[in-house]
């Protein structure tokens, strides 16, 4: 999926990448297909605004048509959505995505501020309450969910106590993991002719107590999944070929013991120990 409609004060995107442009969905399964008989086992299902998937197409189909279709080929062990809009997570949505038993335990849900004032300056679709009850629906149905987010620091006009809000929300959330970046006004945008713009020094300032709270957070979540299995992809052997490291179905990185593992499959793997950003394991 191409393009974006959103117009959020910030992005240049809808300018640079026009409306929404859909892939054809017998494109996607014929790729998948091809991918899947290459020994391929989980997908991302992507885009610049993957929840608008379908709008521009005549016939009614949607993102949980794509994904529906996609967990019908035999030989897809994993779907795993990208980043992914609030908004469309509703009680239709949940209920229909459900039942699709191959698709990740792991949302990454836009955020960008945890302040309703500077959502409103964003041209965000959704308040904080709105994003925080999405979220628990979520995780009532999946205990076990990991919820990911971005969030910008720095927006103009961003005060201290609009800082303060968006430190006390995520922490509210209980982020499984934050990506935190700086606001850098982009020329064409509402937000670039916006006064009060802040400071360089202010925003460094601000991304290093958002990360100090994420690294917090992301612990806390690992710690929760000690002594427990989890299905783990490898992806990839490091350090000089010692160890064998991947990522389980909501998105804990977990390292462990190369031996008797072939790089490409799934693994029940123990969690021994948990870090700030991964965890120790050992195959069971």
Aim: proline share 2%; charged share 30%; glycine share 6%.
């Amino acid at each position: 999926q191409e393009g974006c409609e959103q117009f959020c004060s910030y992005c240049i995107i809808p300018y640079a990448r026009g409306s929404v442009v859909s892939r054809d969905i017998q494109s996607i399964i014929d790729e998948i297909k091809r991918l899947v008989y290459n020994g391929f086992k989980e997908f991302v299902v992507t885009g610049i605004n993957v929840s608008s998937y379908g709008k521009d197409l005549k016939k009614e189909i949607g993102l949980l048509d794509v994904l529906e279709r996609i967990s019908n080929i035999d030989g897809v062990e994993r779907i795993r959505l990208s980043s992914i809009e609030p908004h469309i997570f509703s009680d239709k949505f949940i209920k229909r995505i459900t039942s699709i038993n191959k698709l990740c335990h792991h949302f990454h849900l836009s955020l960008q501020s945890g302040s309703d004032s500077v959502l409103e300056r964003m041209n965000r679709h959704y308040t904080t309450e709105e994003y925080y009850n999405i979220v628990q629906k979520i995780k009532a149905i999946w205990p076990d969910v990991a919820i990911t987010t971005d969030i910008m620091v720095g927006f103009p006009g961003e005060t201290e106590e609009e800082f303060e809000q968006t430190c006390n929300f995520i922490k509210k959330v209980s982020f499984a993991r934050i990506h935190v970046f700086r606001f850098s006004p982009k020329k064409g945008t509402k937000a670039y002719e916006m006064g009060n713009q802040i400071d360089e020094k202010t925003k460094e300032y601000r991304s290093e107590v958002i990360k100090k709270i994420a690294d917090k957070l992301s612990l806390d979540f690992i710690n929760l999944f000690e002594g427990k299995i989890l299905e783990v992809l490898i992806e990839q052997f490091s350090n000089n070929k010692k160890y064998a490291e991947g990522y389980s179905d909501n998105y804990i990185r977990v390292v462990l013991d190369k031996d008797n593992i072939t790089l490409g499959d799934i693994y029940k793997v123990k969690i021994l120990k948990a870090h700030n950003t991964w965890a120790e394991g050992i195959l069971v």
